[in-house]
C-alpha cells in the first residue's frame, strides 16, 4: 500500500508574496547576468533567515535540519567564510526543508544561496522546483531558465522546463526544450515523451505516435505512454490500435534522469523518510534494501503500524517468514485495530495449514475494516474449506454486496451451495457467473462438473 | 476538526437549491457533519442535523428583492443521521414535489417531500439506504420510462475507529491521500414506481468498474437521447458510462478521453458538470483536481470522443495552485456562453498557513473564469476575472459544496458555497440581469390531485433556444453536477443585448421534441411536455 502524499499544496497567492519579500531582500544587490560569477552579493548584507516549526516533525528530522542551520548560523557569524562556502550552507539547509515538504521555507535558503554563488546552476534549479510545486509557472520558468544559461544542454532541466510550457498550453515552446534535450542526450526517453505530448497537443497525432512508439520501444515499462499513444491512434482514425493500447495501459511515469532531485530524495533522515525509500525499494523488487529501509523506519518509529508492517511485508517477500510473522504480530500489539497486518498474519497462517488461526485473523481484519474485500474473501474460502459452508455464505454474501465485480466471491458462494447439496441454487449461481465473468474459465468447468454430478445421481 | 486528522472530515459539506414547497423560489438545504470520534465510539450519535432553509423571497414592487430565510428543519420532519456529506434532489415518485437524498458516511437516507411543507424518511422501504461512504449521488432517468432512477456514487471504505495515522516526509502528522484505503463500489438503482428501487448495479454493468467517486454529473454525451454518467473519481480514472439502451452501460471513460490527464495520468477528480460550452450543441466536460494537478476540460466532438484542452483554455494552468471541489457551468453574464466558478479548498496542510498559526490551515480562495465566446480554432482562452468577482472572491476559505440556481428570481444564476468548518456563502449574482435572458421550468404532467399538483420537473431534459443571430445554445434540465450538491433544475439561457423571442426546441427525456416560439423574455416561463408543437 502505498503513503505516497498528495501533491505538495501552496496558496499560490500567499506565495507570491513570500517571493517578492524575499527577493527584495536578498537580490536587488546583485546584477544577475547570465554566466558571471563575480557579481556575488556581500554576505552581510542578506537579510536573516529563521527555521520553520520543526516540532512536529520526526525528532531525527528535527535534529538533522536543526544541525545544518546551526552550522550555517557559525558560518555566518564568521565573517571570513568565503561566498561560495556560505552559500553551500544555505543550499544545505533549502534542500533539507525542500526534501522535508516545506518548500516555502526552503525559497530564501535557496535565493541567499544563488544571490552568493550566481555562477552555481544548482540554485535556480531546486528554485525551478520549488516554484513548479508552488504551481507558480512563471517564477518556474524564470528559475529553469537560469539555471540553463549555467548549463545549457541539462537534460532534466530542459525536459522540467517542456512540461511547464505543456501545462501551460504552449506545446510549440516545449517542443523546443524536448528537441534541445534529445540533441544534448539522443533517445533520452523523457524528451521522446515531452514531444509526443507537444504533437498531440498540436493534433500532430502521426508525430505523436512516432515519438510515443520510440518511447515504448525504449523503455516497454513506461505503461502510461500507452493512453496518450491511444489518443494519437484514435486521433487518426485506427480505434482498433487505439484500443488495444488502452488495454495495456499502466501508471509508470515517465521522468527525466535528475541527478539533483535523486540526491535530494537520500538526504531527510527519519522514520517516514526511511519508509518512503523502503517503498521505492519495494517497488523496484530490491526487498533487502527495503527491509533495511524499513528496520531503520521502525527503530525510529516503533509505534508506526504503517512502517512496521511494511518491514514484515519486505522479510515474508524475502522468505523470512519467521521474522515475518514476528513484525506483524509486534503490530497488532500495538496498533490492535490495524486491519492490515490482522490479514498478512492471517495469510502467513492460512500458507502454514493453522486455519483456525488464520480463521480469527481474517475475522479481526474485517471487524475493524469490514469494507476490506481481501480479508473477507480469505475469510470465506477458509470457512468454506473449513466445513463451515453456511458461515461462508454469509461472508461471500457480504463481499458480492461491498464489490459486486469480486467473481471469486460468486464462484465462491456457488461452491459452498455445492457443499451444502443445493444444487439448483449452485447451478443458477454458476450460470449467472458465467454471463457476467465470461472470462472466467471456473465458472464453466464447475457447472460441467455440478451438471455430471447431478446427473449421476 | 478533532486534531485527529480524521480523513472523512475534510470530504464534506454539500449543499441544494431547491424549491421544496412549490412557491417559485429556491429554498436551501445545508449539510452537517458531527463528531468523528463519537461516531467512531460506536455510541449512537445524532448528527448536528443537515438544515432546510425556506426562502421567503420578497420582491418589491420596484423590482428589487428582499431574501430572508428561515430554519424550517424540524417542522420539516427532516432528521438526518450520522455525519453528513451531500445532497442529490429529485422527484422519484412524480408527485409533483422535490425529494431528498442524503448521502452521508453511513447509510444515506432518502425523505420523501409529502407536498404539504414535510417529509417522511423512506430509506429504508425504498431501499435507498446504502451503507457505504456516498459523497456525490445523481437521479436520472436512465431507461427514459419517465421515474427518476438514482446513481450513488460511492467513495471509500474508511471507519474512525481504525483510521490510519498519515505524515508528511518530515513525519509531520497530516491527512491521509484517498490511496490508503480502498475503493467502494457505486450503485445504479432502478425505479420501480411504486416508491421502491431495485439495485442494478451488478445487471447494468456498472459494477464492472469503479474507483473513489466524489462527482458525478449525467448528461447525454454521444447525443443518442439517452443519458449517460460521468463519475470523476480520486485519484483513479474516471469513468464515462455510457447508456447502451438496454438497461447496460459500458465504460467509455479510456477511449473517450475523459478518464485520465492527457499524458495518460489518473487525477484527483472531485467536482464535475457537463455543459456546452462552446455552443456547439454537445457536452463538454469540466472536472476539478488537486492542487499540482490543475482542472481538466474535455471538449466533446458531438459522438462522446473527447479532446483534452486543459492547457489551452486556461483553465488548466490558472488552477495548478488550487485544489478544485464544487464548480458548474453557468453563464454568469447572460451573454449566452457557459463561464465556470470554483470553489477551492485544500486537502493537506498548507505549510505556509500553519507557519502564520492559522487553526484551519487548509483553506484557498474560489476561482470564476469567464469564457471568451466564439472561437473556431478552439485555441480562446478563458479569463480570468476572479479579481473582479467581488468581496466574496476575496475570501479564502475552505470550500466544497457549491450549489448554482437563481436563489432571487431575477434572471441569473446565484451560488450557495458549502464550506468545510465554515460558515456557508451566498454569492448573489449582480451582473447576469444586466443582459437579456429566459427562464425556463422544463415540466411533465403529475396527477397529484390531493396536493393539487398537476407538474413536475423533468430532469434531463434538453433545450435548445435559437436565437435571432441564428445560434442555437443548447442547455440541459439538471440538479447534480458539482461535488455533494444539487442545483436549481431550471435553465436559464443569456440572450445578451437581443431582445427578440427566441425559438425554443426541448428534447424531452423519452425521446419526443417539442417547440415553442411564444416564449417571453427576462421572465420564467412553465413549459409543459405536451403543450408544444
Known sequence: ?457 | MEGKFYYAEIIAPGAALLDYDNDGDLDVLLVQGSRLSALGSGKNVQGSGDRLFRNDLQVNADGTRVLHFTDVTEPSGIVSRGYGMGVATGDFNNDGCTDLYLTNLGPNQLFRNNCNGTFTDVSKQSKTDDPSWTVSASFLDYDRDGWLDLFVGNYLSWRAESSTPCSTPSGRPDYCSPNVYQPQPSRLLHNNHDGTFTDVTVASGIAREFGPALGVSTADFNGDGWIDIYVANDGQPNQLWMNQRDGSFKNTGLLSGTALSAHGKAKAGMGVDAGDFDNDGDEDIFVTNLTGEGNDLYVNDGSGLFEERSARSGLGGASRGYTGFGTAWFDIDNDGWLDTLTVNGAVQTIEALRRENDPFPLHQRKLLFRNPGADPSGSARFEDVTARGGAAFELSEVGRGAAFGDIDNDGDVDVLVANNNGKPRLLINEIGARNHWIGLRLAGASQNVVAGLNTRDILGARVGIVRDDGVTLWRRARSDGSYASANDPRVIAGLGQSTRTPRVRVIWPNGTTEEWTTVAIDRYTLLKEGDGT
Request: net charge neutral; charged share 20%; hydrophobic share 40%.
Open chain 1, 1 to 457: 500500500m502505498s503513503r505516497a502524499l498528495w501533491s505538495r499544496r501552496r496558496r499560490a497567492g500567499l506565495g507570491a508574496a513570500l517571493l517578492l519579500m524575499s527577493a527584495c531582500s536578498s537580490e536587488p544587490k546583485t546584477t544577475p547576468t547570465s554566466t558571471s560569477q563575480t557579481t556575488e552579493v556581500d554576505p552581510s548584507t542578506l537579510p536573516a533567515i529563521t527555521l520553520p516549526d520543526l516540532s512536529q516533525m520526526d525528532k531525527a528530522v528535527q535534529q538533522q535540519i536543526g544541525d545544518q542551520y546551526r552550522s550555517l548560523q557559525s558560518l555566518i557569524e564568521s565573517r571570513s567564510t568565503p561566498p561560495h562556502d556560505l552559500a553551500r550552507a544555505y543550499g544545505d539547509v533549502g534542500n533539507l526543508l525542500m526534501a522535508a515538504d516545506h518548500l516555502e521555507a526552503a525559497e530564501p535558503y535557496y535565493l541567499h544561496a544563488q544571490a552568493l554563488e550566481p555562477g552555481e546552476m544548482r540554485w535556480p534549479y531546486y528554485l525551478g522546483h520549488v516554484y513548479m510545486n508552488r504551481a507558480a509557472p512563471a517564477k518556474s520558468i524564470a528559475s529553469f531558465e537560469r539555471a540553463l544559461r549555467l548549463r545549457p544542454n541539462d537534460v532534466a532541466t530542459l525536459v522540467w522546463l517542456g512540461n511547464i510550457y505543456l501545462d501551460q498550453g504552449q506545446p510549440e515552446l516545449a517542443a523546443m526544450q524536448f528537441t534541445q534535450a534529445l540533441s544534448a542526450q539522443p533517445g533520452v526517453v523523457a524528451a521522446l515523451f515531452g514531444q509526443g505530448r507537444a504533437a498531440l497537443a498540436q493534433r500532430e497525432y502521426s508525430r505523436a505516435v512516432n515519438y510515443f512508439e520510440q518511447v515504448l520501444a525504449a523503455d516497454p515499462r513506461a505503461s502510461m505512454t500507452h493512453y496518450p499513444l491511444a489518443l494519437a491512434y484514435r486521433g487518426l482514425g485506427d480505434t482498433a490500435r487505439a484500443e488495444a493500447h488502452l488495454s495495456q495501459q499502466g501508471t509508470v511515469e515517465i521522468g527525466p534522469p535528475d541527478p539533483l532531485m535523486a540526491e535530494l530524495r537520500g538526504l531527510l533522515e527519519g522514520a517516514v523518510a526511511e519508509e518512503n525509500r523502503g517503498v521505492r525499494a519495494l517497488d523496484s523488487g530490491d526487498f533487502k534494501t527495503a527491509a533495511e529501509h524499513f528496520r531503520k523506519g521502525v527503530a525510529l518509529a516503533p509505534d508506526n503500524p504503517s512502517i512496521r508492517h511494511k518491514l514484515g511485508t519486505a522479510l515474508s517477500l524475502m522468505g523470512d517468514m519467521q521474522g515475518a510473522v514476528e513484525q506483524f504480530q509486534e503490530t497488532v500489539r500495538r496498533s490492535p485495530g490495524f486491519a492490515q497486518a490482522h490479514y498478512s498474519l492471517g495469510v502467513l497462517l492460512a500458507v502454514s495449514g493453522r486455519r483456525q488461526e488464520a480463521i480469527e485473523r481474517f475475522s479481526t481484519a474485517v471487524k475493524y475494516e469490514p469494507g476490506y474485500v481481501e480479508a473477507r474473501l480469505r475469510l470465506a474460502d477458509l470457512m468454506r474449506q473449513s466445513g463451515r459452508p453456511d458461515a461462508a455464505l454469509t461472508q461471500y454474501a457480504q463481499v458480492m454486496t461491498i464489490d459486486p465485480r469480486a467473481a471469486e466471491a460468486q464462484f465462491g458462494y456457488a461452491m459452498a451451495l455445492v457443499q451444502l447439496k443445493r444444487y439448483d441454487e449452485a447451478h443458477r449461481r454458476l450460470t449467472e457467473g458465467m454471463s457476467v465473468h465470461p472470462e472466467r474459465r471456473e465458472f464453466a468447468d464447475a457447472l460441467a462438473k455440478l451438471e455430471e454430478l447431478r446427473g449421476r445421481q
